[in-house]
Nanobody, 127 residues
């Protein structure tokens, strides 16, 4: 059973930056797709960024709303996944969740394919 713990959320002004981290325990992230999701108040959870794996290398993908501003990265040795968020906007305000698929999952997973979730960390962007 994989446990995921997010950290790094907080309050930041528009235009600022935050770096979220997700520490995994109970299993390796090495052969899993990892994702960052967010859920704004009163809205559904949405994918922000993901990193899948294959034998030929990892692939990253982003929601259109964050392309060019957010960067997802993984450190398999430390068993962590990070989300660097730059040029934050008020609309980025949400609870951010880290998620992992089952091991050896390849390709681009949908929300239902993520088997493990963290408890979330709040990101608030003020005007």
């Amino acid at each position: 059973q994989v446990q995921l713990v997010e950290s790094g959320g907080g309050l930041v002004q528009a235009g600022g930056s935050l770096r979220l981290s997700c520490a995994a325990s109970g299993g390796t992230i090495r052969w899993r797709a990892m994702g960052w999701f967010r859920q704004p108040p009163g809205q559904e959870r949405e994918l922000v960024a993901g990193v899948s794996w294959s034998w030929s290398g990892d692939n990253t993908y982003y929601a259109d709303s964050v392309k060019g501003r957010f960067t997802i990265s993984r450190d398999n040795a430390k068993n962590t996944v990070s989300l660097q968020m730059n040029n934050l906007k008020v609309d980025d305000t949400a609870v951010y969740y880290c998620a992992a698929t089952s091991i050896y999952y390849s390709g681009s997973p949908s929300v239902g394919d993520y088997a493990y979730w963290g408890q979330g960390t709040q990101v608030t962007v003020s005007p």
